[in-house]
């Protein structure tokens, strides 16, 4: 792996590229200034670009310290639209469910309510839009895709706003009380992202079943069994979470209430020894809790 995309690593290398004549050098010699949420996607922008400069890609480098230099002098800085970039068919729903959710957030309050979280969710989401476009270092994706889910995990956590008592009013509507969180398991074909025979019949009650909420969660998980390498096992179960949540789209699941997951062989259904085919194992759910 050439690099691993995290903030943390990309920002302990205090690399100063000023003598390079590149994008980053002159991006690093600047002060941000503006408001604290430019200058929180100035600092992630800036790590981004170290990132992408340091494993040998220098037009992406340029392109994040473009944007670290335009968020430096205070400038409105948005966010990749996918719609622009060449992402690969299967995966538009999803990213374009993502730059929803992450407009609306930068439209309402939590520029000054999670600012520094927000800026990691745009600049995660950027991550994910130009990794996705290359679309040859599934971990790279994973992990620029996984840090904007945490990030907006947070900002949804932070722009919360805490509902005042309620008045006495009629009890609620039937559907709303009984409504409870479940979970859906369709199973794979060995080695593989195809799905067995009953798993359309399992998903569209699923996709149903959101009806019942007024803000539903929706977590789609992958896993597998611990036939062949853990490394391997991670990216395939990624994969199946990704079929799932495509299948589950084109039933109508709003992209928007989607969390991905993907746990590999770290959570089998029955426990085995290593190296072991068991098709209980070879899996992934669908979760329909309230938010």
Known sequence: ???LITFAVFGAASVTLAACGGKLGEAEMM?????????????????LSRGEY????????????????????????????????????????????AYNRLVAALNGTAKDKATVQLARAQTSFDCWVQEQEENFQP???????????????????M????????????????KEMVAEAKTWEVLFHFDSTSMLPGSKAKVKEAVDYVSNFKRPRVTIAGYTDTSGSAEYNAALSERRSE???????????????????????DRTAVPTGDGVKKQENRRATITIESK
């Not at 994706?141 to 907006?152: E, L, N, P, Q, S």
Request: proline share 8%; net charge negative; with cysteine.
């Open 159 to 174: 722009t919360m706003v805490a509902k005042p008592a309620p008045a006495p009013a009629p009890a609620p509507a039937k």
């Open 139 to 157: 971990d790279h994706i994973a992990a620029c895709r996984d840090a904007f889910v945490a990030a907006m995990a947070d900002v949804d956590k």
């Open 31 to 47: 002060t941000a200034s503006g408001s604290a949420f430019s200058q929180a996607l100035y600092n992630d922008y800036i790590t």
């Open 54 to 97: 340091g494993e040998g890609d220098y037009t992406d480098a340029d392109r994040f310290a473009v944007k670290a230099m335009s968020a430096a002098r205070g400038n409105d800085v948005a966010p990749y639209n996918p719609g622009e970039w060449k992402i690969p068919e299967d995966r538009v729903p999803v990213l374009t469910g």
């Open 243 to 265: 079929a799932l949540a495509l299948m589950a789209m084109d039933m109508g699941l709003d992209p928007k209430n989607v969390i991905m997951r993907s746990y590999g062989e």
């Open 1 to 3: 792996m050439k690099k």
